[in-house]
């Protein structure tokens, strides 16, 4: 059983700034990757970033120069900030891990339930 709790969404301020974080109880699980994605009413949902074990990062053209994913592997948590946030920002924020539960094994795809970010004036 894999959890992902998400917090740090609210409402902000265009030019404004949020940090999220993604806290992952995964006993037995081992993640090789924690990623942000975003639902905006009648859009898909969207990869935002993400990051690997090893530390490699790629984003979606929209956020790049502008948020920023890390992860502590320790603590099995993802963080995303965000900085000049624009009000086409505005979404419901998912975290993702990916990863199996043995070496070779299958691997799997967990989600968060979701925090809502708000960009307005």
């Known amino acids: 059983q894999v959890q992902l709790v998400e917090s740090g969404g609210g409402l902000v301020h265009p030019g404004g700034s949020l940090r999220l974080s993604c806290a992952a109880s995964?006993?037995?699980?081992?993640?090789?990757?924690m990623a942000w994605f975003r639902q905006a009413p009648g859009n898909q949902r969207e990869l935002v970033a993400i990051?690997?074990?090893?530390?490699?990062?790629n984003y979606a053209d929209s956020v790049k120069g502008r948020f920023t994913i890390s992860r502590d592997n320790a603590k099995n948590t993802v963080y995303l900030q965000m900085s000049s946030l624009q009000p086409e920002d505005t979404a419901v924020y998912y975290c993702?891990?990916?990863?199996?539960?043995?070496?070779?094994?299958?691997?799997?795809?967990?989600w968060g339930q979701g925090t809502q970010v708000t960009v307005s004036s």
């Open positions: 995964a006993s037995g699980f081992r993640i090789n990757a």
């Open positions: 993702n891990a990916k990863g199996a539960y043995s070496v070779g094994g299958r691997l799997y795809d967990y």
């Open positions: 990051v690997t074990s090893f530390g490699n990062t």
